[in-house]
């Protein structure tokens, strides 16, 4: 997770500073481990790699979008003019790649709680992907509106 966060400021730097390229981010990350170990954040390699990076990258990402938009907006409103639009603003789509093993997935209250100790679960795959879905279809429309980063989600098979 350490190498999403320095991507994330990175990438975001780079879209600040009007660099063209990057408009279309796919996280096509995909684990499936045998049941058991744990990374150096406690948490289940298989959650961290088809969930956490994912949906910590998108975060992240509209996150620093956002700020730098507000801070474009105020600077506009303080000088009466500036760049439109601001260059922290051209829209980022976000395309998150899920599973048909989604369906497969146990994912409940229980599921989530046993994810966060780690433990161990013949689901974990299809609960992780099935995580990333409902979470970006949760978060679509506020990321949009806040960050102008448009999220989706496609199953490939």
């Known amino acids: ?4 966060q320095r991507f994330a400021l990175e990438a975001h730097e780079f879209l600040l ?3 063209p390229g990057l408009r279309l981010l796919i996280n096509n990350a995909g684990l499936k481990q045998t049941p058991g170990g ?19 990258l998108t975060e992240l990402l509209a996150g620093h979008r ?9 600077a506009m409103r303080r000088t009466g003019s500036g ?4 260059p922290s603003t051209t829209a980022l789509r976000v ?23 780690a433990e ?3 689901t974990e795959y299809a ?17 949009a509106l806040r960050g102008d980063v448009f999220v989706h989600a496609a199953n490939p098979g």
């Open 38 to 56: 744990k990374t150096k954040f406690d948490i289940s390699p298989t959650w961290q790699v088809n969930f956490l990076g994912p949906f910590l």
């Open 83 to 86: 760049p439109w639009p601001p």
């Open 1 to 4: 997770l350490d190498s999403v």
């Open 127 to 143: 609960d992780s992907k099935r995580a990333l879905l409902l979470w970006t279809s949760v978060r679509a429309q506020s990321l």
């Open 17 to 19: 500073n009007g660099g």
């Open 95 to 117: 395309v998150q790649v899920a599973s048909g093993r989604e369906n497969e997935s146990l994912l409940d209250q229980a599921t989530m709680e046993a994810a966060v100790r």
């Open 120 to 122: 161990p679960s013949g």
């Open 66 to 74: 956002e700020a730098a938009s507000a801070q474009a907006r105020a």
